[in-house]
């Protein structure tokens, strides 16, 4: 199946902020391991939680925008079941 654009860049987008989630905690955990394991293991939690909202927003546009083209399947099927009746 053919993917267009807005597919292609939201896949790109959802793996590149997979990414930069897992080197950004490293690099977060390893630059404030100097101030103590706990709360360097704090602000990675911190930095996971923003980062999963990122994850979250991009799949939620994948998400509509596979609802929408289903409407739009949908209301042509409709209006080919109107098209028949109304004959």
Avoid at 12 to 31: D, E, N, P, Q, R
Avoid at 45 to 52: A, P, R, Y
Avoid at 72 to 84: F, N, P, V
Wanted: charge should be positive; avoid cysteine; aromatic fraction near 18%.
């Amino acid at each position: 199946m053919q993917k267009d654009i807005f597919d292609r860049i939201i896949s790109f987008l959802l793996g590149a902020s997979w990414a930069v989630m897992f080197f950004g905690s490293l690099i977060i955990f390893k630059t404030f391991l100097f101030l103590g394991v706990g709360f360097s293991i704090f602000l990675t939690i911190i930095f996971i939680i923003v980062s999963l909202f990122f994850v979250l927003g991009l799949d939620a546009f994948s998400i509509n925008r596979k609802r929408l083209d289903e409407a739009k399947k949908q209301t042509k099927l409709l209006e080919q079941i109107d098209a028949k009746w109304t004959s």
